[in-house]
C-alpha cells in the first residue's frame, strides 16, 4: 500500500481535505482559503512533530529489494533500521547482515575497503529522513538481493485528495495539534483554548505511543536503576514489563 495515494474520487478521512475541514472548523473558518491553506501548514507541521518518534505501525517490511552493485533506494523515506537479510533470487536466507554506521565502517575498515567488492556483510543508509539509500558494505558486484524492515515516516501532504496512511488514533492527534496551532494563531484572545487543545493532543499522543509499543509478547526487558533510585544501588537491574 503506498504511503500517500492521489487517486481521484470521493474523499476518505484521512485525505488531506478531510483533515482540512476538521482543523479549520475549530477556528469558524469553513471555506475561507486563507484558514484552510493555514490549516494544511498546520496539519504537516504537526506531522513533522509527529516524526519525532519512532512507531510499531511504521515499520517496513520485511521487503525484498534488488540492488545494483550493492546500492538500491528505498520505496519509503528511512526513519530507523530494523533487519536486512542477504537473499538469493528466489528470497532464500544467505546471511544476515549487521547494520553499521558508515562512517564506524570507514574508521573500523581503513576506508578503502569501503569500495571494494565481495560478499557482503554489513548495510548502512544514505540521506536518512529523506530518501533513503541502502548500500551494502562491501559493496557487492552486480545484481545482489536483500530483505529489509525498517522504520519509515509519516509522509506530509501536499494535495487534498492524498491520504494519510495511519491509524485513527494518530489521525486524532494530528488533528488536535493543527487546532491547538490554529487557536494559538486566530484566536490568540483566548489562549485558554489553543493551551486545553494541546494538552488534549499530547495526552491522546501519549496514550497511543504506549499502545503502539507495547509488544504483544510481554516479555520482560531489564534497564539499569538510575542513581537517583538511592546510593549504592545503581549497579542493580531492575526489570520491567513492557
Not at 81 to 86: A, D, G, R, V
Request: charged share 20%; glycine share 8%; with cysteine.
Amino acid at each position: 500500500m503506498p504511503i500517500v495515494s492521489t487517486s481521484t474520487g470521493r474523499a476518505q478521512p484521512n485525505s488531506l481535505s478531510a483533515l482540512t475541514t476538521r482543523v479549520v472548523r475549530a477556528v469558524g473558518g469553513l471555506g475561507d482559503p486563507t484558514m484552510e491553506a493555514a490549516a494544511q501548514e498546520a496539519i504537516n507541521d504537526a506531522l513533522i512533530e509527529i516524526n519525532t518518534r519512532l512507531y510499531e505501525c511504521n515499520k517496513i517490511g520485511p521487503t525484498l529489494l534488488t540492488l545494483t552493485d550493492g546500492s538500491v533506494d528505498l520505496p519509503a523515506a528511512v526513519y530507523k533500521e530494523l533487519e536486512c537479510t542477504l537473499v538469493d533470487a528466489s528470497g532464500n536466507a544467505i546471511r544476515q547482515l549487521n547494520y553499521i554506521d558508515w562512517s564506524d565502517y570507514q574508521h573500523t575498515f581503513n576506508g578503502g575497503a569501503a569500495s571494494a567488492s565481495g560478499s557482503p556483510i554489513y548495510y548502512t543508509f544514505f540521506n536518512t529522513q529523506v530518501d533513503g539509500t541502502l548500500k551494502l558494505l562491501p559493496a557487492s558486484t552486480g545484481t545482489s538481493y536483500v530483505n529489509l524492515s525498517y522504520y519509515r515516516r509519516f509522509s506530509l501532504l501536499a494535495d487534498g485528495t492524498d491520504v494519510l496512511e495511519a491509524p485513527q488514533e494518530i489521525q486524532r492527534v494530528i488533528v488536535l495539534l493543527a487546532q491547538a496551532d490554529m487557536l494559538r494563531v486566530f484566536k490568540s484572545g483566548d489562549p485558554q483554548a489553543a493551551g486545553m487543545t494541546r494538552a488534549m493532543a499530547e495526552k491522546a499522543w501519549d496514550r497511543f505511543s504506549a499502545i503502539d509499543a507495547k509488544h504483544s509478547d510481554l516479555q520482560f526487558r531489564f534497564r539499569l536503576r538510575s542513581l537517583s533510585a538511592g546510593a549504592g544501588v545503581f549497579s542493580d537491574i531492575e526489570y520491567v514489563r513492557v
